[in-house]
């Protein structure tokens, strides 16, 4: 639940095109990123659609949650996204990768406290652990009282998915890491980064030349 200062859920969202479910396995979009949305008048209805930092449409949202985001919006309220989670189902034919993210909308004057539980969020989904965010009132209080240094000890439990649905990303790997390191400015992260999937594909080649007999 929630009251008129918060509102917290995760939402699972789809992709118009291949082009963006291959974009979802890249680091362009590290488990934990934020993301904006933009609205979009399609069929007389606003579509909320998810874009990555790098301005690159990632997915929609449903109907139901597309409204929602939609009241918040004209109430004046932040809306803050987080990539949660990346799946995969082979139904309907071709099939195709979709995605889960948490969603965080409050009061502008409470921005600050959710800049911080926003950070706490996304180190915690980074991990692969999904704590509840759709808090109570008690829970809203407590996580404002610590200016957002708070998350809940709930945890949304490991789903058990339907056959044809696999569980693709969930977690930051350590490429992940170093990329988003390197977002920050940490140049040396990028070069280690580069370097250990350099050594990676390196050790790929070597393998094969030496089963193909080469060395």
């Known amino acids: 639940m929630s009251d008129m200062r918060y ?11 291949k082009n963006e479910s291959g974009s979802l396995l890249s680091s362009d979009n590290i488990i934990g990123d934020s993301y ?9 209805k606003n579509v909320a659609w998810i874009v990555n930092k ?5 997915g929609y949202l449903d109907a139901r949650m597309s409204y929602q985001l939609d009241v918040f919006k004209a109430r004046g ?31 502008p004057r409470y921005q ?22 759709d808090l109570s009132e008690k829970g809203i209080s407590e996580m404002l009282a610590a200016g957002g240094d708070w998350l809940s000890e709930d945890h949304l439990p490991l ?16 490429t992940d890491n170093m990329v988003e390191q390197g977002r920050k400015g940490n140049k040396g992260c990028y070069f280690v980064s580069y370097a250990f999937i350099a050594i990676v594909i390196a050790a790929v080649v070597a393998l094969g030349l030496k089963i193909a007999g080469v060395i």
């Open 7 to 17: 509102f917290g859920q995760y939402a699972d969202f789809k992709t118009a095109s």
């Open 159 to 174: 789903e058990k998915l339907p056959k044809g649905t696999a569980l693709v990303k969930n977690q930051r790997s350590f």
């Open 112 to 133: 600050k406290e959710i800049d911080t539980y926003l950070g706490k969020l996304s180190s915690s989904l980074g991990k692969g652990v999904l704590p509840v965010i």
């Open 54 to 58: 790098f301005g690159f449409d990632v």
């Open 36 to 44: 904006s949305v933009e609205f979009r008048m399609e069929s007389g």
């Open 77 to 107: 309220w932040n809306i803050n996204i987080q990539l949660a989670q990346v799946l995969y189902s082979d139904t309907p034919d071709p099939g195709s990768y979709w995605g889960r993210v948490a969603v965080v909308c409050a009061e």
